[in-house]
């Protein structure tokens, strides 16, 4: 089966498959990043913006803010996880709270539906 | 390119949805295709259901809208005992109990986890007294707000409770209006006191006066595009334009027809209106609706009474919020009762509509404050009212830190929440009543809290704004929050400046306790604190007083949100009893 993601309730949780995946108010640890001034943030999800599908991954971008200073914004592109079986559609999510490097995208956001 | 949320909808979207509802509450929760609960959940919001958040499938929160806030005894108590038949949870809530109703600061009702297979009936019992959840939720017109006592109040320019009924039978369940880029917020203010709070809705019809032909007459001035979510906060624009009473229902459709059609369908993000009317500017939209949405010669503004508002507004002469006792036109009094964050047990429901009911109450109405207004009660009836035990708790002479207390829904149900919400603001508010002592010149203080950014709190507009976030302790992740000070409607209208930022929950009664000893000290005249907050500008309200950790103890520093249910025994999202299996 094809993989269908999406963002929903504003942004509230990224769906894949038709199930609540990950959802906002986590933390995240981001390195190597230009998100804020600080060596590694620790963002706060408070809002998927865009969903883009990098297969086998799902990327995405969040808004949110850097608790440590402050810095409020977008992050770059995101792995949020990826699907492991296409056909069964089973995702596995990251863990939020081990470090994510962010990237500038490397081709369009349109999920393949 | 449309958003996904479109394409769902121009499958199926409106009154048919109805029909999808009842085949799945017959066939049961399984029954929704698995690929398809995204967009079925989407739908399902035009009927007022809400799919509560990741942990509580199978769920539901349910609104129903009620326009003006407006019930008679009777409806009252059918919501109540719908509230006690179907929305209970697995788990209790450990300061409201088993089931409630909530009082929501657009004047409608929430009730928490209801199941599909329950729908119909309650649907049926709803319709039966003439309630309803269509277009609760979702992309349409929502409840029309404004004041509950609209008809009765002393203080009013028009009565706009027919003006408000006329909209609601005229644009709800029309098909033309019933598809929308988003969801549009209407307010209709006909009083004085300006307790529709125009101001953040989509379309606002705020009282105003205008010669015409050598005649002054009452109406409305227009105001387009208000709201509060993510951090783009926005007062409704003045398109210069006044109505009469007549008027209101060509102006509204012109302008819903107008958002219908231009509104952005692609970013979901950038669909409300306010984002139109900061493109466009008032000027070219009140010149599109000219040319093509209506077909009469709009009138320039008239005069309006902003100068006499007082409902949050932050004044000291007067509270214009219905809390207490109050003369109506016609002899009789409405009361208004202090609900602390709008949250009140289902039997104490029945009861109230037991007691509005013998007393001879028509009305019994909701208010953006979260609290209950009963009408109608006759002079000589007013003390034997007043000392009903229900009372004691919902007072008509609530302490001010428990009558300024509002708090949206939180992490106890909603997905895009941050932290805990109305449990804590029930804490707080006891907290500072037993340990801060009311500086002179407070009688009343506003203390809002949101879960997030979308502000269903109306965090902005309050002396202190809380807005949820996170930060570390002891390297450890807990709720924390943002504060904001100085907002509030009023004749001059004024969001909050955010100065103090994630501060740690159980360090922000310490926060307000150590403030309101500075305006205590600081404060000149009969100064009210929103007053005394304006004349600082924002570099000295940071740091103005300092955040710490007092007495107050604050159960809900965890993540609240990893949890399935805040308040279960066990908490680990791996527990969640959901779905439910009764709905197989
Ligand atoms: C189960 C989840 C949710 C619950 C229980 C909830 C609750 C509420 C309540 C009680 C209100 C005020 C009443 C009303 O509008 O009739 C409200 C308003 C609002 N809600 Fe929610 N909400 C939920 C989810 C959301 C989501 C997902 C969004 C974002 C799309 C959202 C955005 C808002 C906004 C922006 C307002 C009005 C603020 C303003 O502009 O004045 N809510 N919500
Ligand atoms: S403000 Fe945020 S947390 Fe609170 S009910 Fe609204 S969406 Fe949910
Ligand atoms: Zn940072």
Known sequence: MTTSVHQLDDGAWLSVNDARRINVSDLWWLARHDFCDCEMADFLAEGFVEIGVDHPNIEGRIA?????CGESGVTDWLTLGRVVDPDAGTFLGVVPDSVHVPERRRRLASPSE | MPSKVEGWKDDVYGMEVRDHLYRFAEEGWSAIPEDE????????????????????????????????????PEQLRVIGEIADEYARGPVDNPEFGGAYCDWTTRQSVQLHWIQLQDVPEIFDTLEAHDLSTMQACGDSWRNIVGSPVA?????????????????????????EHANLPRKWKVA??????GSGQAEINDLGFEPATKEIDGEEVAGFNVVVGGGLS?????????????????????????????????????DRFNARIKFLVDEWGPQKLRRVLQEDYVDFELRSAGEDLRDQYTYNSGRNDETGDYVGVHEQKDGDYFVGLSVLV???????????????????????????????????IAEEDLDDFLDEDLLEYYSPDPHPFLRGSIACTGTEFCSLSIVETKNRMVRYGRWLKDNVALPDGIDDFHVHLSGCTASCAQPQIADISLRGMKTRKDGEPVEAFDIGLGGGLGENPQFADWVEMRV?????PGYIRNLLEIYD??????????????????????????????????????NTKMTWYPYAEETDMDAAPTPSPADD
């Not at chain 2, 209709?188 to 006191?193: K, M, N, Q, S």
């Not at chain 2, 009140?344 to 109405?365: H, N, P, T």
């Open chain 1, 64 to 68: 949110g803010q850097c608790i440590e």
């Open chain 2, 37 to 72: 609960h995204d967009a079925w959940f989407e739908r399902f919001k035009w009927w007022g259901l809400y799919h509560q958040r990741k942990g509580q499938e199978s769920y539901f929160m349910m609104r129903i809208g009620t326009p003006n806030g407006r019930m008679s």
């Open chain 2, 151 to 175: 008809g009765r109040d002393a203080k009013e320019h028009i009565d706009a409770w027919p003006v408000i009924k006329n909209l609601n039978d005229t644009f709800k369940g029309d098909e």
């Open chain 2, 188 to 193: 209709v203010t006909g009083d004085t006191r």
């Open chain 2, 230 to 266: 993510r951090k783009e906060p926005r007062f409704a624009r003045d398109i210069d334009v006044f109505v009469t009473e007549q008027e209101v229902p060509d102006v509204a459709g012109g302008l819903s027809t107008l958002f219908r059609d231009h509104g952005d369908r692609d």
């Open chain 2, 342 to 376: 709008g949250r009140m047990g289902a039997e104490d429901v029945i009861e109230l509509a037991d007691l509005a009911e013998e007393y001879g109450s028509e009305m019994v109405g909701l208010t953006q404050r979260q609290n209950i207004i009963v009408a109608d």
């Open chain 2, 504 to 508: 740690a929950a159980d360090e922000v």
């Open chain 2, 521 to 558: 000290e600081r404060s000149e005249d009969d100064e009210s604190f929103r007053e005394f907050i304006a004349r600082h500008d924002e570099d000295d309200l940071n740091g103005l007083a300092e955040p710490e950790e007092t007495s107050y103890d604050d159960p809900y520093m965890g």
